[in-house]
T-cell receptor
Framework: SQQGEEDPQALSIQEGENATMNCSYKTSINNLQWYRQNSGRGLVHLILIRSNEREKHSGRLRVTLDTSKKSSSLLITASRAADTASYFCATDRFQGAQKLVFGQGTRLTINP | DGGITQSPKYLFRKEGQNVTLSCEQNLNHDAMYWYRQDPGQGLRLIYYSQIVNDFQKGDIAEGYSVSREKKESFPLTVTSAQKNPTAFYLC????????????FGSGTRLTVV
């Protein structure tokens, strides 16, 4: 069962521009996490935001969480070619077994 | 350096054959997970284990089996009952179940020949 839905499915921008990806989910959560996956590789954890937090920063990454709308966004500022990857949101549900449920991902391409 | 090691990187399975994918971590994490990823798709949970000698089915457990005899190891067996096993398999671990980020291995690509 997919909990998170990322939007857009694919995004292509020029190097130096900002990239914004969105994630919507259906059930109450403990936290929401964002991961990056380079082609054919494992996922890398980027950032975790808890349900009582509204915004979090890590370097060029900014994540927001709106629990009333059940949505989150990931902003990458001043994009670089090395940011080309797929980005996934994952939710840690409030009730039930403690396991992450991943969305389908956004494929981000940074053009030089 | 601590991390998760998955082996082999590529695996080929004949029809009707069982194969086992290895996952080892030296992070001293209690929880471990197996996910399956199909091309262009997200991850789907196969099995997870919150503690040694205990594991639970995920969303797509049919045709798979696991064991958790040691904290460091969580092997996944793809049985002949799994009718469409060709996929990318990812193992992950976390400090404990819930509230923490996951560390992923580099994956095993399984192909049926």
């Amino acid at each position: 069962s997919q909990q998170g839905e990322e939007d857009p499915q694919a995004l292509s921008i020029q190097e130096g521009e900002n990239a914004t990806m969105n994630c919507s989910y259906k059930t109450s959560i403990n936290n929401l996490q964002w991961y990056r996956q380079n082609s054919g590789r494992g996922l890398v954890h980027l950032i975790l935001i808890r349900s009582n937090e509204r915004e979090k920063h890590s370097g060029r990454l900014r994540v927001t969480l709106d629990t009333s709308k059940k949505s989150s966004s990931l902003l990458i500022t001043a994009s670089r070619a090395a940011d080309t990857a797929s980005y996934f949101c994952a939710t840690d549900r409030f009730q039930g077994a403690q396991k992450l449920v991943f969305g389908q991902g956004t494929r981000l391409t940074i053009n030089p | 350096d601590g991390g998760i090691t998955q082996s082999p990187k590529y695996l080929f399975r004949k029809e009707g054959q069982n194969v086992t994918l290895s996952c080892e971590q030296n992070l001293n994490h209690d929880a471990m997970y197996w996910y399956r990823q199909d091309p262009g798709q997200g991850l789907r949970l196969i099995y997870y284990s919150q503690i040694v000698n205990d594991f639970q089915k995920g969303d797509i457990a049919e045709g798979y089996s696991v064991s958790r005899e040691k904290k460091e190891s969580f092997p996944l067996t793809v049985t002949s009952a799994q009718k469409n096993p060709t996929a990318f398999y990812l193992c992950a671990s976390s400090i404990s179940a819930g509230g923490y980020g996951y560390t992923f291995g580099s994956g095993t690509r399984l192909t049926v020949v």
